[in-house]
């Protein structure tokens, strides 16, 4: 029989179907079938093996992640959370913003634009599918090695396909990190935020509930681009002996995908949806079952009215397709006529697919056979979920042990500044301007910060000048030497940035990147990073709103640091009271707030000279992490500062480098009594940030400092074309420039 239907399924117990060649284990298919009281069809295996992949259930980082929800902070501004397209919290003034970051790793690796491309437009319907306008996109990336051949082909691939997709959307690009290491050889990391804005009364969720109203399918095409891409590429390990694992990346559209944006938030507009979902990994087999089970009945969907791009399509591809820029909708009869003259004033192909039933299942048919009966929480929701087992790898300890306290330092004012320009000009904390120029940072002109600076910033209100800010870090290097710690230091420093940018952090999300979840080591990884993220946002009041896992990011036997990424979100009532990181004005007095200790394992500095991971990364003090974002957004609103800086990668030398270049303007630098000048210059502690006070608000700042117990102490002022540390040396802003800016063009052009 050429078709797989129900009946023949059910007639026919004992055919062989091909559950391992779709990722799944065989005790997932024996559940199956304990499911369906009967071997599934063609078209059922293909949906529960796309939805119950890694990428898409979450089956083994289920167990760790309900801590997010188990220990979340009060938190009055959030108003959606875990579980929907992405999270919303609210701005204030009647304003909601939702934001997510997610990843496009394995098809990144694959193919470098495309893969970069379709991360972009996948995260920005997420956001749509919420009832925002996205306003603005980030993209944290990890590569390889910088001067590895194969780095050469996938950077600029990935870069050109986040410039090509955005810029074509309309979107800036305002923020990011670019990082290299050797670790990420073969397995890029190319995580993708957007940020989107809605009135609080604007909120759409991804259910389909009203008997009798409409499945609309509108956007693109359904093409084979992508079967099983996202969600079966991101659920194993690379490996050259299974090429079955790497099917065809999805091809983007952004053209296709600007007008679906307009389409829908017309649709918005005029208040025509029930629900609405988004067509990303798994495809239909996504949509159809998330919205079936988050609703209040069941849905009946005539799969062979979905339109084609390719006519040769099976039912199962067709169910399993991941192309790109398509929406599903759920509309009432009265609203149809409605919905899909607005479709056509886009030119944005819209069909009835199907409808909401009365009953408890999915069904889907192809040519008036029934091809598809399932539960569809089943689908959707009631996936595995595997405890797996998790230990503390043995390596753990004589990694720990191997203090960076051990490495040589310089002992000379000639060897300082031989590092220094070493380490400023080092592919990590050199310049990203080259990259960065490819996107537009600007358009629609809402842009207020924007790379390199601390944060993004975009204003929300025109009449108010609210805005919102948002940052993304993460540290594979300190979250390899302690994953509790590394994840908290992820946190604490994107909540750090938003801080001296001069918005109050509300809200995280997160990507979490990390091996394969089988290898117990991995596993203990993921257990204590989740811990010390879910402990660190309670601590903090951030709540997470959602996010993604990464698993599998490994080739063979060999995995990335563990590479949790977070981003962190805040508001600012006035965005003229922003901080730049700029030293703009001559005589501004330079603080250093915070404690400076000897911590230099994972530092950029062991890294750069030394080419050492050992040790311990630096320690986190959570509670002064929060004193020092109130008392930067204090000092921000209030006029104290004119500059701020945090102090992360590289020190208090690479901020004061990036300050001074971005505003022109040298320093002339003490070293504090009690520290030495390598200290000084080099330590990565944490909770620490530099500031420029106007000489008119010193006592203002100081006072408010003391009063608050924050240490604050004047190490300089913002003087001369030179960046000179008083008794060691003095480098000129032409040297530290060419430093900075010469490496990622030499390089990649």
């Not at 080259?434 to 601390?454: C, H, M, S």
């Amino acid at each position: 029989m050429s078709l797989d239907t129900v009946k023949y399924a059910t007639d026919t117990p004992d055919v062989e179907q091909p559950w391992a060649e779709l990722g799944l284990k065989q005790d997932e298919y024996e559940r199956i079938r304990a499911i369906l009281g009967r071997r599934p069809t063609g078209a059922e295996l293909a949906m529960y093996s796309v939805m119950w992949s890694e990428h898409c259930s979450y089956k083994s980082s289920k167990v760790h992640l309900k801590q997010f929800g188990e220990k979340a902070p009060e938190n009055d501004a959030l108003l959606v959370g875990i579980g929907e397209n992405a999270g919303v919290v609210d701005v204030g003034q009647g304003y909601a913003v939702t934001f997510k970051v997610e990843s496009h790793n394995h098809p990144s690796y694959i193919e470098p634009y495309q893969g970069a491309a379709t991360g972009v437009g996948g995260i920005v319907r997420d956001i749509l599918a919420m009832g925002a306008r996205p306003v603005a996109v980030m993209d944290p990336l990890r590569f390889g090695a910088a001067d590895h051949p194969d780095t050469k082909r996938v950077l600029p691939g990935v870069v050109a396909g986040i410039g090509g997709y955005g810029n074509c959307l309309g979107l800036p690009n305002i923020g990011g990190e670019v990082v290299f290491d050797p670790c990420y050889q073969g397995n890029p990391l190319v995580n993708a935020l957007c940020v989107g804005v809605m009135k609080h009364e604007d909120i759409h969720l991804a259910k389909a509930s009203g008997t009798g109203n409409k499945v609309i399918l509108y956007g693109a095409r359904t093409g084979g681009d992508g079967i099983g891409g996202a969600s079966i590429l991101a659920s194993e390990t690379f490996d050259d002996t299974k090429p079955a694992k790497r099917p065809a990346v999805q091809v983007g559209d952004p053209f296709q995908e600007k007008l679906l944006i307009e389409c829908t938030l017309e649709i918005f507009k005029e208040k025509l949806l029930d629900g609405i979902q988004d067509l990303g990994a798994a495809g239909l087999s996504c949509a159809t079952s998330e919205l079936a089970s988050a609703g209040s009945g069941g849905m009946r969907v005539e799969l062979d009215t979905v339109p084609l791009r390719d006519a040769t399509l099976s039912p199962e591809e067709i169910l399993m397709s991941e192309s790109q820029e398509r929406m599903c909708a759920i509309v009432e009869p009265g609203k149809v006529d409605r919905f899909l003259e607005i479709c056509e004033k886009w030119d944005v192909i819209a069909t009835v697919i199907g409808e909401v039933t009365d009953g408890e299942r999915l069904e889907i048919y192809w040519h008036g056979e029934q091809i598809v009966d399932v539960p569809p929480r089943t689908v959707a929701h009631e996936g595995p979920v595997y405890e797996r087992p998790y230990a503390r790898p043995e390596w753990q300890d004589t990694l720990q042990a191997d203090d960076a306290d051990k490495l040589p330092r310089p002992q000379t004012g000639a060897e300082l500044k031989e590092q220094v320009l070493k380490l400023v000009g080092s592919p990590n904390q050199a310049s990203k301007a080259w990259i960065t120029d490819q996107y537009d940072r600007f358009v629609q002109g809402n842009t207020v910060l924007a790379q390199p600076e601390d944060s993004g910033m975009v204003r929300i209100d025109p009449n108010t000048n609210l805005g919102v800010a948002v940052a993304t870090d993460g540290n594979g290097r300190y979250t390899k030497l302690d994953p509790y710690t590394g994840a908290q230091l992820a946190l604490a420093e994107a909540y750090r940035n938003v801080a001296a940018s001069g918005a109050r952090p509300l809200a995280i999300s997160d990507c979490l990147n990390f091996g394969s979840p089988e290898d117990p080591a991995v596993m203990w990884q993921f257990a204590e990073a989740t811990r010390g993220l879910a402990d660190a946002c309670q601590r903090l009041g951030t709540p997470v709103t959602g996010g993604n896992v990464s698993l599998y990011n490994q080739t063979g036997e060999t995995g990335i640091h563990p590479t949790p990424v977070v981003a962190v979100l805040g508001v600012i009532d006035d965005f003229n009271r922003r901080t730049p990181i700029a030293f703009a004005e001559e005589g501004r007095l330079l603080y250093l707030l915070g404690d400076t200790k000897e911590e230099f394992g994972g530092s950029a500095w062991s890294q750069v000279i030394h080419d050492h991971l050992g040790g311990m990364p630096p320690q986190v003090d959570l509670g002064r992490e929060r004193l020092l974002g109130e008392i930067l957004t204090s000092a921000s609103r209030d006029g104290m500062i004119e500059a701020a800086h945090d102090l992360s990668d590289g020190g208090l030398v690479q901020a004061v480098t990036e300050s001074s270049l971005r505003g022109g303007n040298g320093a002339r630098l003490v070293v504090p009594d009690g520290l030495d000048a390598f200290t000084f210059l080099f330590s990565e502690s944490a909770g620490r940030a530099v500031v420029a006070v106007p000489p008119s608000e010193e006592l203002r700042f100081t006072d408010m400092c003391g009063a608050r117990d924050l240490p604050a102490t004047r190490i300089g002022v913002v003087d001369g074309d030179v960046v000179e540390v008083q008794g060691e040396f003095s480098v000129s802003l032409g040297e530290l420039r060419a430093a900075h800016e010469a490496t990622i063009p030499g390089l990649f052009v």
